[in-house]
């Protein structure tokens, strides 16, 4: 347990580079997308219910979906700065959690973060209300523990690099998912439209705005992963 608060040396460049391009793949490929999205969910999700609370809004359930939808329930007035933070939140999420991770990693704390998305996942798990986002947040948490309790500090460092690479590369794909389905007329209720009703600018404008944030935090979160690497 002491390494969670020491630092950690950075791997090898190959390891880190190599963990980079995994994570691509994974983005990338039509095969291991489907499968992957559900961790964009679990953070997105997850943006939603810790905005909601630190905004003072009442979190009621989180539920997650087999089709890698979710919905975040939370409690208190139906407008103003608490409810668009909180629908703000969900598709910048991902990215800024791997920007934090980023952040981490670049002081050396691989597996203080590794930890540290094991106590999130611990306190998401209270909150859902679905047997389904059970199992995927129930996953996720088995796996990030074998990894800190039964690892070595090399596979430790790995994994936590590539947890970073993923949540900063894959972030602004369901935002370009987002913009395909509204333009189809199949996302009313997403959270762009909901933003586009409580404020009055247009949704596209939201979704603009998600896309400059994910990729931002994905191009800042490349300065802090790769310096001394390469």
């Known amino acids: 347990m002491s390494a969670v608060t020491q630092t950690q040396p950075v791997p090898p460049s190959g390891t880190v580079l190599l963990t980079a391009a995994v994570a691509l793949a994974v983005v990338l490929l039509p095969g291991l997308w489907p499968v992957a999205r559900h961790v964009v969910t679990v953070a997105h999700e997850g ?3 810790v905005t909601a609370v630190l905004t003072g809004r009442r979190l009621t359930g989180i539920r997650l979906h ?4 979710g919905l975040t329930v939370s409690r208190g007035r139906p407008r103003g700065v608490g409810m668009v933070l909180t629908l703000f939140a969900g598709y910048v999420g991902p990215g800024l959690i791997g920007l934090g991770a ?3 990693l ?4 691989a597996v203080g973060l590794l930890w540290a998305l094991l106590v999130l ?3 998401m798990l209270v909150q859902i209300r679905n047997l389904f986002g059970l199992w ?7 796996a990030v523990f074998a990894v800190t309790w039964w690892a070595g500090p090399t596979t430790q460092s790995a994994v936590a690099y590539a947890v970073t690479w993923f949540l900063l590369l894959a972030a602004p794909r369901p935002v370009l998912e987002l913009q395909v389905q509204r333009s189809r007329g199949q996302a009313r209720t ?3 439209d909901q933003l586009a009703r409580l404020t009055r600018v247009p949704g596209i404008l939201w979704v603009m705005v998600f896309a400059a944030v994910t990729l931002g935090a994905a191009a800042l979160g490349v300065t802090w992963l790769l310096p001394g690497v390469l």
């Open 190 to 192: 997403s959270d762009a």
């Open 102 to 104: 980023a952040a981490l």
């Open 106 to 109: 670049g002081a050396g704390y």
């Open 136 to 142: 995927v947040v129930l996953v996720c948490g088995t």
């Open 47 to 49: 943006a939603h219910a």
């Open 121 to 123: 996942l611990a306190l």
């Open 66 to 69: 087999s089709d890698t939808s």
